[in-house]
């Protein structure tokens, strides 16, 4: 009996610290939107931020996304060559990557890479007491240095979830066109004839603007919520990462649930 109630005491304070989070995470993100045209108006730093969450984060996207349309193209081909439809290898590989691959691989990736390096400033930031002596000096430390990481994670991920897709592309036109064989000519313009601007190339770019804007609100707030100790940064870190995996799977179902629903 002693077991059970302790169980239920458990479960019962694990419910309650996450509606307390889930309470100051609204109220965190209405103060980085008051504080946003504050930190947009010091433009510099918010261009710093997105040197720091896109421009770095180059080399992993567009070698991941040229390995993932290399995959792609020869998993493809080995299927369509099955049923004679070998040229239509360029199709299967930019819907795949325009409508699902392209946005949620590198939103995983932009979390793994930027999120977490995000998190890890903030964290230690608030460790060593610098948001502090920023308030002490006046200086709202949301609008100087969150908001500036929020807008820059923001605003560079569907610049990389284009980035990636286009690399994945460039990596099935590679595998299949000039390595495998398949006519140059059938695998553009069939790819051309059925990708679709309104629900191919504009969801794909909605779906990676709210994985942006979900993973920069995880990766500013777990940074800023941590325990200001070594121990409390390295688990807002691991926090930043999970989270921001599990909510982008489960928002890409909610968007294709959407977007695609009777096409």
Not at 16 to 32: E, K, P, Q
Not at 177 to 198: L, P, Y
Request: aromatic content about 10%.
């Amino acid at each position: 009996m002693n077991g059970v109630l302790a169980a239920l005491r458990h479960v019962g304070a694990l419910t309650i610290d996450g509606i307390w989070r889930l309470g100051f995470a609204t109220r965190f993100l209405a103060a980085v939107l008051l504080a946003s045209g504050q930190s947009l108006r010091r433009i510099h730093l918010t261009i710093r931020e997105l040197y720091f969450s896109g421009v770095l984060s180059l080399l992993i996207i567009c070698v991941s996304g040229l390995f993932v349309g290399l995959v792609l193209g020869l998993q493809g081909y080995d299927i369509l060559q099955r049923y004679g439809s070998a040229d239509a290898v360029g199709v299967m590989v930019a819907l795949s990557l325009l409508r699902e691959l392209g946005p949620v691989i590198a939103a995983l990736l932009f979390a793994s890479r930027a999120g977490s390096a995000i998190t890890a400033e903030i964290g230690l930031m608030k460790a060593t007491e610098q948001l502090k002596a920023m308030d002490m000096m006046a200086v709202d430390p949301v609008a100087r240095v969150v908001a500036p990481r929020f807008w820059g994670g923001v605003l560079s991920m569907p610049l990389l979830a284009a980035l990636f897709s286009a690399m994945g592309v460039f990596g099935g036109w590679l595998i299949t066109v000039v390595v495998i064989g398949v006519d140059d000519g059938a695998f553009w313009s069939q790819m051309q004839a059925a990708v679709e601007i309104r629900y191919d190339i504009v969801n794909g770019v909605i779906k990676s603007f709210v994985f942006g804007f979900v993973v920069s609100l995880i990766a500013v707030f777990e940074g800023y919520d941590c325990h200001p100790t070594a121990e409390g940064v390295s688990r807002a870190i691991t926090r930043t990462v999970v989270t921001s995996a599990l909510v982008i799977l489960a928002l890409d179902f909610v968007l294709t649930s959407f977007m695609f629903r009777g096409l």
